[in-house]
């Protein structure tokens, strides 16, 4: 049990047209007061990667990989990679929509004197030394 | 009985698990069948039909915001992983599709993608793709 919550993984059994059918993949349910949430997937196969369908913050994904992994090889099963893929933030994504949150931008590289790289205090001087067609090859 | 948008549906392709953009929609499928006319020249009054043989399950598509740093090769799982296996295209992989994550309910099958397409590069229009793809089989319907 993990902060109060259950995880149960369970192969991925459902219905097809032609009756009951399971599906390569287990499914990582969380029981927390009776009530059942859907976490996440993971192949059928040795060190086959956890994909959350919730956002759950990294420190807790840790975790949630042990106990998925323990409970899959408890089944004879398969053991799970060490990366767990999650899907992204909604916060963040509604805040990267909005222009509210930007990417680091690339580290400038500044000269000796202090200026940033390719920046020219005198444009005339740069104009005067560059040659028409000097460079065309 | 309780209705639900599709606010909070989800999509992984279980062999590229990383692939994970921001989905903004994932089209509907359909499943359909022809009508087959058996009217012969003794019909009176109107046609008539019987169903065909086999239901034919149509493409998806699943639109997305697009992170450019996502494109490049050297991301884990970027796009070209995920429409390429090495200089051939992508096999057949394990796709669930769930409603949305508290219903629980959700289709499930091999699935392949069929195509990428980047949507319109403008300003002030947030930059947007989507990807098409096909079950193989009618997917398994579970919780």
């Known amino acids: ?137 | 009985m309780a209705h639900v948008s599709g606010h909070g549906a989800t999509l992984v392709f279980t062999d590229t698990p990383a692939f994970l953009p921001s989905y903004t929609s994932h089209g509907g499928f359909e499943a359909s069948r022809p009508s087959l006319d058996t009217s012969s020249l003794s019909t009176n009054g109107s046609r008539t039909k019987i169903g065909g043989d086999l239901y034919d399950v149509g493409p998806m598509s699943s639109s997305y915001l697009v992170d450019p740093l996502l494109m490049i090769t050297s991301e884990a799982e970027s796009l070209l992983d995920f429409l390429f296996a090495g200089a051939d295209v992508s096999p057949s992989d394990t796709v669930t599709l769930d409603t949305q994550v508290s219903s629980g309910v959700n289709f499930a099958a091999d699935g392949h993608v069929t195509g990428f397409a980047l949507e319109e590069l403008s300003t002030d229009l947030v930059l947007a793709a989507s990807i098409t793809w096909q079950w193989d089989v009618f997917p398994t319907i579970a919780e």
Not at chain 1, 22 to 27: F, G, K, L, R
Not at chain 1, 105 to 115: A, C, L
């Open chain 1, 1 to 137: 049990m993990l902060h109060g919550v259950d995880i149960v993984v369970k192969q991925l059994s459902g219905w097809s047209p032609a009756g009951p059918k399971t599906e390569p993949i287990d499914v990582i349910w969380a029981y927390r007061k009776g009530v059942k949430s859907k976490l996440g997937y993971v192949k059928r196969k040795d060190n086959a990667p956890i994909t959350l369908i919730r956002f759950i913050p990294e420190d807790m994904r840790e975790p949630i990989r042990l106990e998925v992994e323990k409970q899959r090889l408890q089944q004879g099963g398969c053991s799970v990679a060490k990366h767990v893929n999650c899907i992204p933030n909604p916060k963040v994504i509604t805040a990267y929509v909005k222009g509210e949150l930007k990417k680091p931008k690339p580290t400038t590289i500044v000269m000796p004197d202090g200026t940033p790289a390719g920046y020219y205090e005198d444009e005339d001087e740069t104009t005067d030394e560059t040659q028409e067609g000097e460079w065309d090859e």
